[in-house]
């Protein structure tokens, strides 16, 4: 049997602490397998990718997708709205204005999201969808209901932490089957102690900390260009542990195996190198 496909969701409750390098991340370091990885940036404050890689005029992204959903998707194919990065990542992005991303992210109901999941679970690929900030009345909320996992992303902040625990209740309502915690070190910090703190409440759905790493952050950007690309980089290899985890767990209800690395170190599985991945 082969890696399981699933749809991960991905956002924070407060700031920007870093949800589309993590997605992008997550991409790239997802173990082979399980067919190749499409990031979806679904971000209601307006996407980046665009810009950073002068995609505004190719004709193809959430724009596109979202009509394609109102004609019921006979028009295009789900990969027609793709494009590829430099590097082969495959992304979907979104309007660069918060007001169009806005509405385009609301038409996406009328079948564009349909023909995500769709093209997850018929063609065998993983979608991580880069939902930007969280709220109840956001309009990702669809992508909320179909993930199999929501990681949500936060800074080692003492007013992030309290934000995150004032909400948990409500992040339990939203119902997704699996979620994770995803701790962002910051600059010149050790975070490890916080992520012990978190993890002695969440046990395993804490992760982290992930590494502050502006190098491997502007190679997903577009930014810089090395001949590794982030497998080397402490990013790299933190993220693609995380990807092993999340590519092996089980279907949702079943037992899912457990991550080790929380038992008073606080760090994810080692990773394996960039060999066997896609």
Do not use: N
């Amino acid at each position: 049997m082969g890696d399981p496909v699933l749809i991960i969701a991905v956002g924070s409750l407060k700031g920007s602490p870093g949800a589309t390098t993590l997605a992008l991340a997550l991409a790239d370091r997802w173990p082979a397998g399980g067919g190749e990885p499409l990031v979806v940036e679904a971000d209601p404050a307006g996407g980046d990718l665009g810009a950073r890689f002068g995609l505004l005029a190719g004709g193809r992204g959430l724009v596109t997708l979202a009509a394609a959903g109102r004609r019921g998707g006979r028009a295009r194919p789900v990969d027609d709205h793709v494009h590829e990065l430099p590097g082969g990542l495959q992304v979907i992005p979104a309007p660069a204005g918060a007001e169009q991303a806005s509405q385009v992210l609301g038409e996406l109901d009328g079948g564009g999201w349909s023909l995500l999941w769709s093209a997850a679970r018929t063609g065998g690929r993983t979608v991580i969808v880069d939902c930007g900030r969280l709220d109840p009345h956001s309009p990702t909320a669809p992508a909320l209901r179909a993930a199999d996992v929501l990681l949500l992303v936060g800074r080692a902040r003492d007013e992030e932490l309290a934000h995150l625990a004032a909400r948990m209740q409500v992040v339990q309502g939203w119902g997704v089957p699996d979620w994770y915690v995803v701790v962002v070190a910051q600059p010149h910090q050790a975070p490890e102690y916080r992520v012990r703190e978190i993890a002695r409440v969440l046990g395993s759905r804490a992760l982290g900390p992930v590494p502050y790493d502006t190098t491997a952050a502007e190679v997903l950007a577009g930014r810089r260009q090395t001949r590794t690309g982030i497998g080397r980089s402490k990013l790299g290899r933190t993220v693609a542990g995380m990807a092993d985890h999340l590519a092996a767990t089980a279907p949702a209800g079943a037992e899912r195996p457990a991550l080790g690395g929380f038992e008073g170190r606080a760090a994810l599985p080692a990773a394996p190198t960039r060999a066997g991945r896609r």
